[in-house]
């Protein structure tokens, strides 16, 4: 096998408590990397069309990358899980760091297939190439900082890393996240809830073995190299301010989604700005394994009533526990931020929960008698945190809200879901595209649902390189290519902060990936994959059902233009312009109007024992002749 | 000669150490060209988010891992201070490990004989790497001149405080 993969692939069936090692096909390893990319081509081969996300026929799928394990900065401890997402119904993935990833590769496994479900509560204890299965009775119920500090306290081992679902996981909310090393998160499209429907607690890993590169000394040489650049302007951001300094930026380009997108603007912005951030309640910037960057911002409240409340936070959550709720107090938002990580809620889609409810409370869609009492307007900073106790634990209206926002608003009726801000199920994250056009295509057709982590065209946006309020032809293509980027990065696993480190982009991934392999990929080849791995999403989506008309955006995003006296006043997306973005992307992606890859373009990118799965789709209307007799040969 | 306070030790600054263990890599890389964290001869701990550390061997005098071994596989150098370990006379039994206040010493995971930090010949690769420069190569009257100066700069700071209205 290559260098930097182990060749080796885990089976744990959690019905029946068998586990076994396949070999990893090095061919399946070219094509699809590592990471997301691989992920998804063993979900799509591990389960049939239609499955419910939530059966045991469901697998939840957990890779490392090539990278996992060497020294390689930020990439050197990656992990991606990869499911049928119960949110969206389509592609699920999720990455994260920490340390987790790194000792899996050191157990010797590119990838571990959960499949089935186990009757009682377990967990999985991965000790290099002993693989068991434990009780997990005396865990249920408990929070993934907890669990992981009672399995490394039954198993004796300090350094055993843990990933861990919360009670929102156990009873199935939709919008669980997977916790690992404490504070990373596994967070979108539901993957805890996956685990949760399989009643897996938690995965315990130790890895002993070396991880060894092809090249040591070219490679520590390039290690050296992006240490140094990390220490340099590429990563200021994410080592100072981190990523809430984004509050007063957005702010200031009318672009920080408010009040569930109400506004674009928020008047409490400064009090929830980086800034006043840093300096009032970072305790803390800590690192992952191997990072040079360290970027992970430890904040503790200091006073008041959420006194001692220590949690990591990040502008995302930040602003969906935040500005999305019309809430303008830190100490508030990082309770919300801590309550999310210790009932394992993915906090951005909890904030948008939040927000949305919000909303219709607003709208007289919900009232006191739907919320048990809590008054949930805008602003009550009290109400979003005992509405997320609710949520993480399914009591009243919050069993309805863990459901995910598509759902909930479905279930409420009374036009609820003119206030439900999602994209294929999934809940929107803080960029208001309503003047972000370019990235709005991004978040359009992204495989997994509303997302900026996908193609971080709002790049494209905020820098200035468009008009930013029009659509034109040839964004689609600028999207494309970073989507290309994008899947290429998280299918080696690279931390989206230390993206800025590799200045020369594809041409520095090839030259890393390629030290540690051994291979000789040229930068075109691996873009090709990044393409490749972008259209296998679209592909499972297919196969699931998926089509043109998933590729929408937000209810509030199209109907309701910025009120706010800001530059982008006005602004939103019209029917016409989404038609438009669409074409203009499918058009760049090879793909048919209807948005499905074409047989050339798949046979193209070597993905031709795929065919099948578009052929009745694009198969062009014959034309009208009159009939014929048949002739016989 | 060299005297004990002049031994110099790697010691990481617990007001610098994030955790990242980039100091375990590249140990491990320099030893053995391998990528393990287990055949580190520097060690992280993360007792939790905010409480971070590394350590290393700090060269105690009449050093109790030396005593602690019944096969004398332990030698303390006279010179540097720093353990050496006769492989073929370690079995592994532990004994230092126990013996040591600090984890510095660890045993080897596939050659099961312990290993302890030889300071990479004077120039040691975790201090070249440290991304916070959070390591030092030091000795202990360095660390106390250290903290003399850091506190005598609190005190000023506090009277300064007091000083201006």
């Known amino acids: 096998m290559l260098y930097g993969y182990t060749g080796k692939m885990l089976r744990v069936d959690l019905s029946s408590g068998k586990t076994k090692t396949e070999p990893l096909k090095e061919e399946l390893a070219k094509k699809y990397i590592g990471g997301i990319g691989l992920g998804m081509r063993l979900l799509l081969d591990n389960s049939k069309p239609g499955t419910d996300p939530l059966s045991p026929k469901n697998p939840l799928i957990l890779t490392t990358g090539p990278l996992t394990g060497t020294m390689a900065p930020t990439a050197g401890n990656g992990i991606a899980f990869v499911s049928k997402s119960p949110l969206t119904n389509g592609l699920g993935e999720a990455k994260s760091h920490g340390f987790l990833g790194a000792d899996l590769k050191r157990a010797g496994y590119d990838a571990v297939i959960f499949e089935g479900k186990s009757d009682k509560p377990i967990y999985v204890w991965i000790d290099d190439d002993t693989v068991q299965l434990m009780d997990a009775k005396h865990l249920w119920g408990k929070s993934p900082q907890d669990t992981e500090d009672a399995i490394r306290e039954e198993l004796g081992d300090y350094y055993v890393r843990v990933a861990a679902i919360g009670e929102a996981g156990e009873k199935l909310s939709k919008i669980a996240c997977i916790i690992n090393d404490k504070t990373r998160a596994a967070g979108r499209t539901g993957m805890g809830t996956v685990m949760g429907s399989k009643n897996l607690k938690a995965i315990a890993v130790r890895g002993t073995k070396d991880v060894a590169v092809a090249k040591p000394e070219e490679f520590i040489e390039v290690v050296k190299m992006l240490h140094e650049r990390m220490k340099g302007p590429a990563t200021t951001k994410y080592r100072t301010l981190g990523t809430p300094l984004n509050v007063l930026v957005h702010n200031s380009l009318g672009a920080l989604p408010t009040r569930n997108f109400t506004n674009a603007t928020f008047e409490g912005a400064e009090k929830v700005s980086g800034e006043y951030l840093n300096e009032r309640y970072i305790a803390r910037i800590i690192a992952c394994s191997s990072c040079a960057m360290r970027c992970e911002h430890i904040a503790v409240v200091p006073e008041g009533p959420y006194k001692g409340t220590t949690t990591r936070m990040e502008y995302e959550t930040l602003w969906s526990l935040g500005p999305n709720c019309g809430i303008d107090r830190l100490d508030a938002i990082i309770k919300g931020m801590y309550l999310c990580n210790y009932y394992g809620l993915d906090a951005l889609s909890a904030g948008g929960l939040v927000g949305f409810a919000m909303d219709c409370y607003e709208h007289g869609i919900l009232t006191k008698k739907d919320t048990g009492g809590l008054d949930l307007g805008f602003g009550n900073y009290e109400a979003m945190i005992k509405l997320l106790t609710m949520v993480g634990t399914r009591e009243g209206l919050g069993d309805i809200l863990a459901e995910g926002v598509k759902r909930a608003a479905e279930k409420i009726g009374k036009g609820a879901e003119k206030y439900a801000n999602h994209i294929k199920g999934l809940e929107m994250t803080g960029y208001d595209i309503r003047g972000l056009k370019t990235a709005a295509i991004g978040y359009a057709v992204s495989f997994r649902g509303a997302d900026h982590n996908r193609h971080g065209a709002y790049g494209i946006d905020l820098k200035g390189k468009v008009d930013r309020f029009k659509v034109e032809k040839g964004r689609g293509k600028m999207v494309m290519e970073i989507e290309d980027l994008y899947t290429v990065i998280d299918s080696l696993i690279v931390c989206k902060f230390g993206r800025g480190t590799y200045y020369d982009g594809f041409e520095d991934l090839a030259q890393l990936y390629n030290m540690a392999t051994g291979l000789d990929v040229s930068v075109e080849e691996l873009r090709a994959a990044g393409e490749r791995i972008n259209n296998l999403g679209r592909l499972f989506n297919i196969r699931e059902g998926f089509t043109r008309k998933d590729d929408g955006l937000p209810a509030k995003v199209m109907s309701t233009p910025i009120p706010d006296n800001t530059v982008s006043k006005g602004s939103h997306i019209t029917q016409k312009e989404l038609d438009f973005m669409l074409d203009d992307y499918y058009e760049a992606r090879g793909w048919t109007k209807e948005g499905v890859p074409t047989i050339e373009k798949l046979k193209e990118i070597g993905m031709r024992d795929l065919v099948a799965l578009v052929k009745e789709k694009v198969k062009k209307p014959k034309p009208k002749r009159p009939k014929r007799p048949r002739r016989k040969r | ?165």
């Open chain 2, 1 to 165: 000669m060299a005297t004990a306070k002049a031994k110099k030790f790697v010691s990481a600054d617990p007001d610098k150490c994030v955790g990242c263990s980039v100091c375990e890599y590249v140990c491990s890389f320099e030893k053995e060209k391998v990528f393990n964290p287990l055949k580190s001869r520097i060690r992280v701990v993360r007792l939790d988010s905010v409480i971070n550390l590394a350590v290393a061997c700090r060269l105690c005098e009449d050093a109790p891992c030396v005593a602690a071994c019944p096969r004398d596989a332990l030698e303390q150098s006279e010179e540097t201070g720093i353990i050496m370990v006769d492989e073929e006379k370690c079995n592994g039994c532990g004994w230092c490990i126990e013996a040591c206040d600090y984890g510095a010493i660890t045993l080897h995971p596939e050659k099961r004989v312990v290993v302890v930090c030889d300071l990479c010949d004077g120039n040691p690769k975790c201090i070249e790497w440290c991304p916070e420069g959070g390591i030092d190569f030091t000795t202990r009257d360095l660390l106390a001149q250290k903290a003399r100066r850091s506190a005598v700069k609190k005190l000023f700071q506090e009277a300064m405080k007091k000083g201006t209205p």
